[in-house]
């Protein structure tokens, strides 16, 4: 798991924006992996072949980094502490160790240690997330009604 917490320089910045565009720009959208050319030190060129999940993934990391965002990649099957769960949504350490023990998310227990999946963080979210729309939509619909709306 990468745990890269500076930010980009701005020459960082400036180079992912970049090499966003120009990557973005050469990709095929059609899905299949892509063969790029790579050159190294010496200037001789390797061909190399990615898959488009890798190319998007790359693209997507530098249009974050060309918005002076830091990027951390986690693999969909990594097992997190509680504090790095706690860092993910936002909240203290306390507060997410009461969501797992309110079993909001599941958790496994290594000795006195408590672990959870990032798929089933990343469910959590996304469950958190529908539910603050639908309320949303509730209170607009309410504000609509008594001709509160915009």
């Known amino acids: 798991?990468?745990?890269?917490?500076?930010l980009p320089s701005a020459e960082e910045i400036a180079l992912a924006k970049l090499g966003s565009q120009e990557l973005s720009a050469v990709i095929q959208a059609n899905g299949e992996a892509q063969r790029i050319n790579v050159v190294d030190k010496l200037g001789k060129s390797h061909e190399v072949t990615i898959p488009a999940s890798a190319l998007n993934m790359m693209i997507e990391v530098l249009t974050?980094?060309?918005q002076g965002?830091?990027?951390?990649i986690t693999p969909i099957h990594a097992e997190l502490t509680t504090q790095e769960g706690a860092d993910m949504l936002n909240m203290s350490r306390p507060t997410f160790i009461k969501l797992l023990d309110?079993?909001?998310?599941?958790?496994?227990?290594t000795g006195n240690r408590r672990k959870v999946a990032f798929a089933d963080l990343m469910q959590y979210k996304q469950?958190?997330?529908?539910?603050?729309?639908a309320s949303l939509a509730e209170l607009s619909a309410l504000d609509q009604e008594m001709d509160?709306?915009?």
Request: zero cysteines; proline letters at 3%; a positive charge.
């Open 127 to 133: 469950r958190l997330e529908e539910q603050r729309l």
């Open 69 to 72: 965002n830091s990027v951390s």
């Open 64 to 66: 974050q980094l060309g």
């Open 1 to 6: 798991m990468n745990t890269a917490t500076k």
């Open 148 to 150: 509160m709306g915009y």
């Open 102 to 109: 309110s079993q909001e998310i599941p958790f496994t227990r």
